[in-house]
């Protein structure tokens, strides 16, 4: 277990040891967070801001330690734009994401949203109407899809290729003759989101630079006044190969570099990040209910399962978990135990595909131990299907900054 860690593992053993049940739960480090999100804003360039992606994980105390870093959030419903105004009525707010309703780009309307991200020609035609019914003005970017000159490595891809997201941009042109009839809608520039999960900090700045020349060539084309683009989030976190991961000062120090080649000051390039801001403030802990050997595998079975955390299983791949040994056992039963050997962790649901883990050597594990899954701050809980079998929900912990160094010093 690397020290990062360790704050979460201490609350994990405290939390377990005050449960009288097998127990399960999610555990964030706030300071963890502020320090990661503080990072990222210091080494941005100038003409840059970031937002978060609140998808991936709107929970207040994650939502109240970044919004005085960040320069606004990202949402992509109507019940996330109630969510973030009821706590933070004046940071500024984005507005993505596809099938927006009519009651929802009202809703964004009459909000005052700094930018509404159109995605497709449709909602073009019913948000010009709805600002004209209204007697408004919004500024829009229009979130656009367009070729990539690379294939991109990534586990998900909303673009580069035929996919529900976006403007196609070779209807570009036809999508800003339809603007000229709505001069309540401002177009302000472009919104790019075209991956997610990007690790290869040199083929996501290859990616910018291929969205900036092509602005530029748009901006010739077509005489688009770009005054801002938003290159979206999409920055992979490493699960496979945790010691890897995305190299942020790189990327920043080429960015600098990009920028000042292409000399793009006089745009304000803005990132809506959300599993690389959150994901690694946060571990899902569960205990050992059972460990068992089939057709010559072992499996351990934790208490809770895919249904509190789907995410090793929406991204395919074995989720990175350390062992806590747990000395405590006062259970009237033998206490089964796995050693020098490969395990599958699987959860407590009744389908073959609630697995956590598969075929991971350990050196020891027993029943009442905890197994901690580590970057699990992001589309974690968030994503996950709580009510399948109606299961206890995992505890929710946040560890402030005072709190995380209580832990710590125990
Ligand atoms: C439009 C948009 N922006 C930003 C994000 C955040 O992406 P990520 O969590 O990969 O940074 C998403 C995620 O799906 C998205 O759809």
């Known amino acids: 277990m690397s020290s ?92 993505g994401g596809p099938g927006k309703t009519d009651a929802e780009l009202a809703q964004a309307l009459d909000t005052r949203l700094e930018y ?32 990539l000159p690379e294939a991109p490595d990534v586990p998900l891809a909303m673009g580069g290729q035929a996919t529900p997201f976006g403007i196609d941009a070779a209807l570009l042109p036809e999508c ?19 991956l997610s999960g990007q690790l290869d900090a040199g083929a996501h700045l290859r990616l910018l630079e291929h969205y900036f020349r092509t602005l530029e060539g748009w901006e010739h084309a077509h005489g688009l006044s770009v005054r801002h683009v938003n290159v979206g989030g999409g920055i992979g976190v490493n699960y496979r190969d945790p010691a890897r991961q995305f190299d942020w000062p790189g990327f920043a120090r080429g960015l600098n570099r990009l920028i000042d080649r292409m000399d793009l000051s006089r745009w304000r390039i803005r990132f809506e990040i959300g599993r690389y801001l959150a994901a690694s403030c946060g571990a899902y802990a569960m205990e050992v209910l059972d460990i068992k050997r089939c057709f010559g595998r072992t499996f351990v079975v934790g208490r809770g399962g ?16 350390f062992v806590l040994p747990i000395d405590r056992w006062s259970r009237p039963y033998p206490r089964l135990a796995a050693t020098d050997e490969p395990v599958t962790i699987v959860g407590q649901l009744c389908t073959p595909k609630d697995v956590l883990a598969t075929d991971i050597s350990v050196d020891e594990l027993r029943l009442g131990d905890l197994l901690i899954f580590t970057f699990a701050g992001a589309y974690a ?26 832990v710590a010093a125990e």
């Open 176 to 194: 800003l003759q339809l603007l000229e009839s709505f001069p309540e809608l401002r177009l302000d520039g472009v919104h790019f989101h075209l």
């Open 116 to 147: 509404i991200h159109v995605e497709s020609m449709g909602e073009l035609v019913r948000l010009g109407l709805l600002a004209r019914q209204r007697d408004v003005s919004q500024a829009i970017l229009l979130r656009i899809n367009l070729p």
């Open 4 to 95: 990062e860690w360790n704050r979460i593992a201490a609350a994990a053993r405290r939390a377990q040891g005050a449960a009288s049940e097998p127990w399960c739960g999610y555990i964030y480090d706030l300071e963890i967070l502020r320090q990661h999100a503080s990072e990222l804003v210091a080494t941005l360039p100038a003409n840059c801001d970031l937002f978060y992606a609140i998808k991936a994980n709107s929970d207040y105390p994650i939502l109240e330690t970044l919004a005085p870093l960040v320069a606004g959030f990202e949402i992509a419903s109507e019940g996330e734009l109630a969510w973030v105004r009821a706590r933070f009525p004046h940071l500024p707010v984005v507005f």
């Open 306 to 321: 895919t249904h509190h955390f789907r995410t090793p299983y929406a991204q395919g791949h074995s989720h990175p978990f």
């Open 381 to 406: 809980w968030h994503i996950s299907h709580h009510d399948f079998l109606r299961h206890p929900h995992p505890e929710q912990i946040f560890l402030s900054a005072q709190e995380s160094l209580n």
